[in-house]
């Protein structure tokens, strides 16, 4: 019979074999790599309340871990508690016993019993966690240009962010993430990372004493057999103000003598604005004459795992400026317990559920596409278009068009 619970620090070694196992590109399987996993492992254990490992047991035997997280997620500006899970991995002699089904849905159910109606994850394989209700979030899209490409207006406020400067960081990093929906909250842990890897370079805009925005960013080589060609890989682009961005562009901008390529991850559906040449490096052409700007892929992963509780925490929220009674009908057949209809009375777009009345309209559709369709990540118009979402009246299109619009898609720097 399999048990979940969380792992004790007898366990650690066993995590750490499991771990090395089923992520052998991480460099866990030496002997060097797994030590050093295992005392993270330890410190998290001992030191972060916010984070546990939690472990699938098979007759006591530990067959498959997992490391939750507890999040502080800006949700169309409200600040509500979120679940994550990630280090999700299975004993190689445990494969297709359903071990990662089983802890996924132990994870689903604590948090669910827990109160908490929103979860999130980075997929291994995006089919796999759609099956389980999750839907995509926003789209993440990879520039490699020149620095030269970039506008020039001044640097003057650019100066080095070092260790002493942690809680500026932390502080500029929360206002932004208070003003952009889908960014999860940091502690003085997360700073640490960004600042105590040497190889990492950060400056930022000090404004009046005050830091406005930053940039981090590593050197990697761009030609194999000539050490003077480089690119920027930018880690983390962080800013408050226009006049932050123009000093943090300005400053890459000023890289050109030495640098060949910028290399940038943006949820900025529009960067390729700010660029003279937005081309990527490949010189490929999309038909008929589309130069090729940049990747696009497809990451963080929403789940809604308690529909009416999800619409109670989003009570402060409204959802466009409509007035409308909606039939709501979700399919969750991972989580059957999350499956139902519901009638949501969105009032000036403040939405509550009720318990009688005549709908205006009727919806149905999976949770994996409602996630998806919650968080913002897509418009109702869209699913109704590809068939994933059912409406009884298309004249009431529009307005469920609106009612589920943002301005802006969810966004989030947090790996886990």
């Known amino acids: 019979m399999d048990e979940i619970r969380p792992v004790s620090l007898n366990d650690i070694d066993e995590v750490a074999r499991i771990a090395a196992m089923a992520y052998p590109g991480s460099n866990l399987l030496g002997t060097e790599g797994r030590q050093q996993f295992a005392e993270r492992v330890k410190s998290t ?4 309340p916010n984070v546990s490992y939690h472990g699938c047991y098979r007759d006591g035997q530990l067959v498959g871990i997992m490391k939750w997280y507890d999040f502080s997620m800006y949700v169309y500006g ?5 679940g994550g899970i990630g280090t999700v991995a299975v004993d190689l002699l445990h494969k297709k016993e359903k071990v990662a089904k089983t802890m996924l849905h132990g994870f689903l159910a604590a948090y669910r019993e827990r109160g908490i109606p929103l979860v999130s994850l980075y997929p291994f394989r995006v089919d796999f966690y759609k099956q389980m209700g999750f839907g995509t979030g926003s789209k993440i899209h990879q520039y490699k240009f020149k620095p030269a490409s970039l506008p020039y207006t001044g640097k003057d406020q650019i100066v080095y962010v070092t260790k002493e400067d942690k809680e500026q960081v932390l502080a500029c990093y929360q206002r932004v993430a208070r003003q952009t929906h889908g960014m999860i909250k940091r502690t003085e842990r997360d700073v640490d990372s960004l600042l105590n890897v040497p190889e990492k370079i950060v400056v930022g805009v000090r404004q009046e004493d005050k830091l406005t925005g930053y940039l981090a960013f590593q050197f990697e080589s761009a030609h194999e057999e000539n050490k003077i060609f480089n690119n920027i890989v930018a880690k983390e682009l962080v800013y408050e103000s226009r006049e932050a961005l123009a000093q943090l562009l300005s400053f890459l901008h000023s890289q ?3 640098i060949q390529r910028v290399v940038l991850n943006t949820a900025d559906e529009d960067f390729h604005l700010l660029l003279s040449d937005p081309g990527n490096g490949t010189n490929r052409l ?3 004459v589309y130069h090729e700007s940049h990747v696009s892929g497809v990451g963080l992963m929403y789940r809604v795992i308690d529909v009416p509780g999800f619409f ?5 929220h409204r959802f466009g400026a409509e007035t409308v009674r909606l039939q709501l009908t979700v399919r ?3 989580l059957p317990e999350n499956s139902g209809t519901w009638l949501v009375q969105f009032t000036d777009g403040h939405a509550r559920v009720v318990e009688e009345g005549q709908a205006d309209a009727a919806v149905q559709l999976d949770i994996s596409d409602f996630s998806s369709l919650a968080m913002g990540a897509v418009r109702f118009s869209k699913l109704h278009e590809y068939g994933l979402a059912e409406l009884d009246d298309l004249r009431a299109l529009p307005q469920l068009d609106r009612l589920f619009y943002t301005t802006k898609k969810p966004q989030s720097m947090t790996p886990f």
């Open 312 to 316: 109670r925490q989003m009570s402060a």
């Open 332 to 334: 969750d057949s991972f």
């Open 286 to 288: 999309l038909p008929s």
């Open 256 to 258: 050109a003598d030495q």
């Open 78 to 82: 409200q600040s509500v508690l979120t």
């Open 45 to 48: 254990l001992e030191n972060d």
